[in-house]
């Protein structure tokens, strides 16, 4: 008995004939619902055509494009920072930085307690240290500070609650959030 | 959805990821809907060759100002705009100064065909002051036509900046003390360019 199911085990496998109880069972065991890990893991090993349609193809080109763009734009500034004092080292006259310049800023304000300078050269920020102005007598205030060379917009705050447009400079009516700012333009001094 | 476009989506949704703009400023003082809506428009800007500074300062000025985030998102949306109208009348070898110049000119009235005729007087000239100038004059209720032809008038002229701001802060100075904005812009303007040097001092 023991030699008959030795011998049976070691007999070669057959494939059941179709029509079979054996292919009958097995035909049986595929249509049951698999596990969902299996289904995964089937879905990325089993070949299988993929098909795309023109549709597809263009959106799949346009993001690649808008990728590739986008992350050239930002190696680039990357690559500019990053070069930046090797170039400054080879090329000093035409890579060194221009220094801000220092522009005094007045405002005649005779009740005010605090007075500040916001602009795009502080990043408009009410607190900046540098740019805190103080009272020099008669309601005077003023703070000289550095600004970059280009065209700036700023203006003053007064008691860190009412914003004045410098009466001294050009005036821009912003419209978008309806208050006035002053400009300066900063140019190199010759 | 096809494989295709899930690819497509994935993608995008990775470059948002992975280029976000990281402004330290902007994600300190931005709620989180207004910071993703400004740093988009940004991006788009960069994607433009526009100048992306000012768009992060009106950004940083709406939130010190304490403008709400939809109003925020708007300004840096209508900027955008008008720096990319700037831009193409000004050629675009314009310099960000210019732009950002030009699109305060273009956000009181001044218009397109002004700003590129103002470019072909210049030539190679920085037009920054005269554009700040001329966006002052306009704020001081000075008509649009006119200050537009003073300031092609000291282009063409060769006048100089320094000239052109002592120019503005007389003309406010007229005008704080009551003089027609018109006839202080044009009397000024007619010193300037006649005697071909700056005008003399509001004290004088």
Known sequence: MMK????????????????????????AVRRLPRHSRFKLWSRLTTPRTVTFTPLSWGLLAASVALFAVIGAARAFDDIQVATKPMVTALFPKTAAPKPPQRVQFVLVAPDAKKVAVVGDFNGWDVDHAGYQAKHRGGGVWSVTAPVPLGHHRYSFVVDDSVWVADPTAPRVVDNDFGVANSTIVVQEQK | ???????????????????????????????????????????????????????????????????????IVMAVHQLSIRMGSAKRALASNATPDEIKAAASALDVGVSVRDLARLRAVAGKQPVTVPLAVL?????????????????????????????????????????DQG????????????????????PPKPSE
Not at chain 2, 48 to 67: F, N, Q, Y
Not at chain 2, 179 to 198: E, F, I, N, S, Y
Request: charged residues 20%; positive net charge.
């Open chain 2, 135 to 175: 966006t002052d004059l306009v704020g001081q209720k000075v008509p649009i036509p006119t200050a537009t032809d003073l300031v092609l008038q000291f282009a063409r002229s060769g006048v100089k900046d320094s000239d052109l701001a002592l120019f503005q802060r007389n003309v406010r100075s007229d005008v």
């Open chain 2, 179 to 198: 003089a027609d904005p018109t006839v202080a812009a044009t009397t000024r303007a007619r010193g300037l360019v006649a005697r071909g040097g700056p």
């Open chain 2, 1 to 71: 959805m096809t494989l295709g476009v899930r690819v497509a989506v994935g993608l995008v949704c990775l470059a948002r990821a992975v280029f976000a703009q990281g402004d330290s400023r902007l994600s300190a003082r931005l709620d989180k809907p207004t910071l993703d809506a400004v740093t988009a428009i940004v991006d788009s800007a960069r994607i433009s060759k526009l100048p992306t500074a000012p768009l992060i300062d009106k950004a940083l000025e709406g939130a010190a100002r304490g403008v709400d985030g939809q109003n």
């Open chain 1, 4 to 27: 008959e199911i030795a011998r049976q085990l070691r007999a070669p496998l057959t494939p059941p004939v179709s029509g079979s109880f054996d292919a009958r069972v097995m035909s």
